[in-house]
């Protein structure tokens, strides 16, 4: 449908030789007639051929009838990069996740290890489905919050300092737990006469189980674990990029059911461009690797 992949009502009407009033009609029959993306992953996939490692994050889109943008949340499976489960939601709160983790495990989605940023509701309600889940903090945005804190881009006072933590602590390949409190432990002395460094390293002491969650994933299912949220950063810039020419949505229902046929799209167009480690991937669609084999995939666009 070339509307998902960019394509204006007016390219789409005179693509048909229609009006643009016609177009839109066609377009919003086409998409009722789409099945729900959650729908999709049910009657096609099969649980174990997911990693288990989900990269989950909420995109804000703008609704009528909603004073602030509010949350579609999905997440992507890293290894195969699917996307078994997405919503909409009033707001990115505790109920509201706590029903996109329930309905991820109705798919039988086992997870083993959640992969976000700083979001507390996120990791609760996490736990609360699936008690035994390794959660794993997006360094990207955690630095990037210690970065603003300290007001680095616009004040030199704390650039060499959060440098040091930048290469000595957070871009190491391999840092668990037990070692990030000591890299921590062997900086505080020399800290001491400044409040704000050590409130910053005591920061990073506290959430030192979070941050090394990869660590953990790694040891227990012996599969690469991310440390950052950058797979689905990279999506929600492809649907920033679609939704500017939106702008916002008419309705809830409207907003659901586009993007809802937005990342069934996604997920039925091959890879071109994974790089190092995922190169395999290039040429497949992310379902292929996910359905039964008994199943063919879908023919819906």
Known sequence: MSHLKGASIRTVAADIG??????????????????????????????????????????????KG?????????????????????MLAPSENYQALLQFFTK????????????????????????????????????VHFLENIRKALKVRSDKTYRSFVKDLEEKIFDLPYLGQANLERHIRWRAPRHYDDPLKIATLNHIFEYADLLTGYVK??????DGCPKTTNLIESYNKQ????????????????AERWL????????????TDCRKKFRHLNGICSLENTRMKKYKLPKLF
């Open 104 to 139: 991820l495990k109705n798919t039988g989605y086992e997870l083993l290890a959640l992969i976000c940023d700083d979001n507390e509701s996120i990791r609760m309600a996490a736990r609360t489905v699936y008690p035994g889940v390794v959660v794993q903090l997006c360094h």
């Open 66 to 86: 909603y004073d602030k943008k509010i949350p579609f949340i999905y997440g992507i499976d890293y290894l195969t990069h699917d996307i078994p489960i997405c």
């Open 217 to 222: 994933a790694e040891n227990m299912f012996h």
């Open 260 to 271: 809802s046929a937005w990342i069934l799209q996604r997920r039925l167009t091959p890879f």
């Open 18 to 63: 229609k009006g643009t009033d016609s177009a839109y009609r066609r377009l919003v029959t086409e998409l009722d007639a789409l099945p729900h993306n959650n729908e999709i992953t049910l009657s096609y996939c099969n649980p174990k051929r997911f990693c288990g490692f989900l990269v989950v994050d909420g995109k804000f889109v703008a609704v």
């Open 239 to 254: 649907i920033n990029g679609r939704l500017k020419t939106i702008q916002g949505f008419q309705s809830f229902q409207s």
